[in-house]
């Protein structure tokens, strides 16, 4: 029972954030990113459709739009001014929009759902 309680903590301790990517026709894949990556990395990494991230994460491309689920807005850390001017270039951009690659995944941020467009042109 003791090294079952012990594996349990060491699993938990171990898993990497979950987020939740949903696609423009409702289909939601859920994957781990590691802690200290760009939602907009994970999402590369896994081959996430409807993000380009063309810049490589330097908040200069805007093709890392994603809309937020609103219950998580009031968690993530406000938007940079630059971030703010980014996302005027974004199609169909709206108060919960942000650039995936200025959010950084932390623990905190287990179970984020965003929202992905068809096209980020
Ligand atoms: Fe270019 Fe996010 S990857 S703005």
């Known amino acids: 029972m003791r090294i079952s309680i012990a594996s349990e903590a060491n699993d938990m301790e171990q898993r990497m954030p979950r987020i939740t990517f949903v696609d423009h026709k409702g289909e939601r894949r859920t994957v781990e990113v590691a802690e200290g990556l760009s939602v ?11 993000i380009d991230g063309d810049c490589g994460g330097a908040c200069a491309c805007a093709t890392c739009h994603v809309h937020v689920d609103p219950a998580w807005m009031p968690r993530l850390p406000p938007a940079s001014e630059l971030e703010t001017a980014m996302l005027t270039l974004a199609d169909e951009a709206d108060e919960f929009s942000r650039l995936a690659c200025q ?13 992905t467009p068809e096209s980020q042109y």
Do not use: F, Q, W
Not at 40 to 50: D, Q, S, T, V, Y
Not at 103 to 115: F, Q, Y
């Open 40 to 50: 907009m990395e994970g999402a590369l990494r896994h081959n996430i459709p409807g």
């Open 103 to 115: 959010i950084k995944v932390t623990p905190e941020l287990d179970g984020l759902v965003v929202s």
